[in-house]
């Protein structure tokens, strides 16, 4: 192994949401729909066990909801959010 891969513990959070910032570039880049409810599914195209209730935040809770996951994620800077509820869209930094 590398001196960086024995120095470096793996962060669940940090890897969801990585996941998720990436689920969204790659919605964008093949023009599909970013709307929270269609997101879901392309973050389970690279990896088909994702489940936000599984995640723990910094205090040790898991997300009951994606929303509060995306909304998560955007708050530490991986993701961009707009509109509310079911109309909310979620952006990659790039768009």
């Known amino acids: 192994t590398t ?10 959070l940090t890897d969801a ?4 910032a ?5 919605a964008e880049e093949a023009n599909r729909s970013t709307r929270i ?7 389970r195209k690279l990896d088909a066990d ?3 209730k599984n995640v723990a935040d910094e205090s040790g809770s898991t997300f009951k909801r994606l929303s ?5 994620a955007a708050d530490a800077g991986y993701v961009k959010i707009s509109g509310k509820g ?5 952006h990659s930094n790039d768009s």
């Open 86 to 90: 079911r109309n909310m869209m979620v």
């Open 3 to 12: 001196p960086e891969a024995e120095t470096t513990e793996a962060n669940p």
């Open 17 to 20: 949401f990585q996941l998720l």
């Open 22 to 26: 990436q689920a969204v570039k790659n």
């Open 37 to 43: 409810s269609a997101i879901k599914g392309q973050v």
């Open 68 to 72: 509060d996951f995306v909304q998560a």
């Open 50 to 52: 994702f489940d936000e």
